[in-house]
């Protein structure tokens, strides 16, 4: 009968499933590559089965291998919930919150929040990454945030979801454009044609082709955004117009530029701005206190 595996050991094979590589897999283990190979090794014996292939060239999973990893992250990450919850229990409202932010949300929603968190609850410290929301889907699913504040629609399944407030588009050109003479444009097809998009992999692109109801539009310059800042300065360029959230809107983005912003006839499309967290997380309380800070 195979015995328990220890939590080193998991974290060890879940290292080496994500580098395919023993030096690289001992180095985010903080450990050097002969203890990462015994542990591994250790694992195996106590198992009875072989994890991983390696030769000279290669490193690989075997079938039940990937098995034993997918397994294995869902109990780091339960593991990690626990020692959340005991460090918790001691008081709470204190230690450090891991709180990712999509750049679309960051720059405009952070400054007006944070302050009142700081404000509110001193012994609580925010540490913050800035990241497509992919990206910080995956640091939740493996532990390394607590929180992620996230533009929807997008896929949240098994998460808990509290969703804050609507986002409305604007569509912002040349203050010379015809096209923006009325307070209120109504999106056509002539219109969408010209809308400038995000780069692949942000999900305000998807946003926008959403609200144009298209799956595409072709891009006029070849060139695509990577950032807000970046896709006004595209519009002031005169390469086209584009959907900007509300809350870049008032911002100020476009100040000391040549552009104007109007609001989209009723129903304006727009996005959800939501928190979400791990549906196991230990940080409720936390979790509630920024929902009702951002909030107000």
């Not at 009142?116 to 925010?126: A, S, T, V, W």
Request: aromatic share 6%.
């Amino acid at each position: 009968m195979a015995s328990l595996p220890t939590i080193k050991q998991l974290r060890y094979l879940i290292a080496i499933s994500e580098t395919l590589n023993f030096t690289k897999a001992a180095e985010l283990c903080f450990v050097g590559q002969s203890t990462l190979s015994a542990g591994l090794k250790e694992l195996e014996d106590s198992l009875g089965v072989q994890l991983v292939e390696r030769d000279k060239h290669s490193v690989s999973l075997t079938p039940i291998g990937h098995g034993v990893v997918e397994r294995a992250q869902r109990l780091i990450v339960q593991a990690d919930d626990l020692v959340d919850f005991v460090e918790g229990s001691a008081g709470s409202m204190m230690g450090v919150i891991k709180l990712g932010v999509i750049p679309t949300i960051a720059p405009f929603l952070l400054p007006l929040f944070l302050p009142k968190m700081r404000e509110q609850f001193p012994d609580l410290k925010i540490v913050l990454r800035e990241d497509l929301t992919a990206n910080l889907i995956d640091k939740l699913n493996h532990h390394e945030l607590d929180f992620a504040l996230i533009a929807l629609p997008y896929d949240t399944k098994g998460f808990l979801i509290k969703e804050l407030f609507n986002d409305e588009f604007w569509l912002i050109g040349n203050q010379n454009d015809p096209s923006l003479k009325n307070k209120e444009i109504q999106l056509t097809n002539q219109l969408t044609d010209r809308i400038l998009l995000l780069e692949e992999g942000n999900c305000l692109r998807d946003h926008t082709l959403a609200a144009c109801r298209k799956t595409e539009i072709a891009s006029q310059s070849g060139i695509e955004a990577t950032s807000l800042l970046t896709l006004v300065q595209m519009v002031e360029y005169g390469l086209g117009m584009a959907l900007l959230p509300e809350m870049a809107v008032k911002s100020g983005l476009l100040k000391n530029t040549q552009l104007i912003a109007r609001p989209l006839t009723a129903p304006a499309p727009n996005r959800k701005i939501a928190l979400i967290a791990r549906s196991t997380t230990a940080r409720i309380e936390e979790f509630n206190a920024l929902v009702n800070v951002i909030k107000r």
